[in-house]
């Protein structure tokens, strides 16, 4: 792996010393928390946090001090949060281990994808072409990954050596076909004859409209 952050060191050893069988590497949390931002439909906190730690639907942090439990979760939710902001700057940063001859090994990283979309596959439906498409395209770099793809070896290795390449342009475009919230609709015109908006109880045309 790369030099890191301090911020990102710390993580990456409190999911090592989490009481699981198999606690998620610092890669693996960075693409389950990249597909929590791009998937199409929102995912609630309650349902795709616990599974970080092994939980339940709900189920706090596995930590005796509420506190410890209460910084591990802000951390995480940092990271989110730094995440949806690189995408929306158009400049995702994944965190990929990469090997001594430089080669990055994303399949970690997309494997910790895979484990948020089946925590609610129906929110990857989509009525637009180039997201669907998108999806499909990630399935693909998800069965290569697991070794179940139905690919010849050429075109695995073809998609195995594009495959950075190609993550940084699928989930952009899986970020911009999210469900946003629908904009506030603009006010109404004030009357003349209505109350100012300033509060100050006089007709607009006797105050802010007076001007």
Known sequence: MLKLPSRFRRLDEILADLPVDEPMLLTELDGYLTAVVVCPAP???ALWLPPIWGGAYGETPPFDDPIDATLFGDMVVARQSEIER???????KPIYDVERNGD????DW?????MAMDLAPEGWASSDEAVADAFVQMRTLIDVAFDRSDLTSAEINA????A???LARLLMTLYGGRARPEAASAPGKIGRNDPCSCGSGKKHKRCCGAS
């Open 110 to 114: 997309i494997g910790g994808f895979a």
């Open 159 to 162: 998609v195995s050596d594009e």
């Open 164 to 166: 950075p390449v190609m």
């Open 86 to 92: 690189d995408f929306a700057r158009g400049r995702p």
């Open 104 to 107: 990055i090994v994303w399949e």
């Open 43 to 45: 995912m609630a906190p």
